[in-house]
T-cell receptor
Framework: DAKTTQPPSMDCAEGRAANLPCNHS???????VYWYRQIHSQGPQYIIH???NNETNEMASLIITEDRKSSTLILPHATLRDTAVYYC????????????FGAGTRLFVKA | GAVVSQHPSWVICKSGTSVKIECRSL??????MFWYRQFPKQSLMLMAT?????????EQGVEKDKFLINHASLTLSTLTVTSAHPEDSSFYIC????????????FGSGTQLSVL
């Protein structure tokens, strides 16, 4: 699976948009970009995923560059409950393939 | 949405005893389940891939005789930490993907193991 690079930590003011970048320059054509987050002492929670088009759901938006070498997760109106570690992962879209976690970005949302 | 149930949430045991952790997919069938461990302030580390009806595949450096995995049905995988020692104390997390639709990986809530 391709490796991802994320900043170790970021701050965001409550109510503002949080933009979390991820580099995945070695992504292959059949690999998707997934985002998960982990709140302290809980299992990771799925946020969103995409192949090449931008995606939006009730939690977030995912912007993938045209060359697919990087992406940005956008939390449009961050709340204190969004404080968590956010993991960007690239993997094939098949259940049997391993999901390898990098270090992630620790997002602190401040009041 | 799909739910993965992990039990117990936390367990304290004496050194030398064995501990079993269960991972169940509640509303879907999971051909493949994954087991992770996580130390404080670190990322999740994949331990093994659990395949229903066959032997688990372990990642490099993970002792298969130490961490026994059984995936006897499409909804249940178990991880047994045998002869646990204090260095096995960790947060263990399972995950599962829906059979035939592997888009999302669903995670259990984790098990905090403390070995005294």
């Amino acid at each position: 699976d391709a490796k991802t690079t994320q900043p170790p930590s970021m701050d965001c003011a409550e109510g503002r948009a949080a933009n979390l970048p991820c580099n995945h320059s070695t992504i292959s054509g059949n690999e998707y970009v997934y985002w998960y987050r982990q709140i302290h002492s809980q299992g990771p929670q799925y946020i969103i995923h995409g192949l090449k088009n931008n995606e939006t759901n009730e939690m977030a938006s995912l912007i993938i560059t045209e060359d697919r070498k990087s992406s940005t997760l956008i939390l449009p109106h961050a709340t204190l409950r969004d404080t968590a570690v956010y993991y960007c992962i690239v993997r094939r879209n098949t259940g049997g393939f391993k999901t390898i976690f990098g270090a992630g970005t620790r997002l602190f949302v401040k009041a | 949405g799909a739910v993965v149930s992990q039990h117990p949430s936390w367990v304290i045991c004496k050194s030398g005893t064995s501990v079993k952790i269960e991972c169940r997919s509640l509303d879907f069938q999971a051909t493949t389940m994954f087991w992770y461990r996580q130390f404080p302030k670190q990322s999740l580390m994949l331990m093994a891939t659990s395949n229903e009806g066959s032997k688990a595949t372990y990642e490099q450096g993970v002792e298969k005789d130490k961490f026994l995995i059984n995936h006897a049905s499409l909804t249940l995988s178990t991880l047994t930490v045998t002869s646990a020692h204090p260095e096995d104390s960790s947060f263990y997390i399972c995950s599962a993907s829906r059979t035939g639709g592997g888009e999302k990986l669903f995670f259990g809530s984790g098990t905090q193991l403390s070995v005294l």
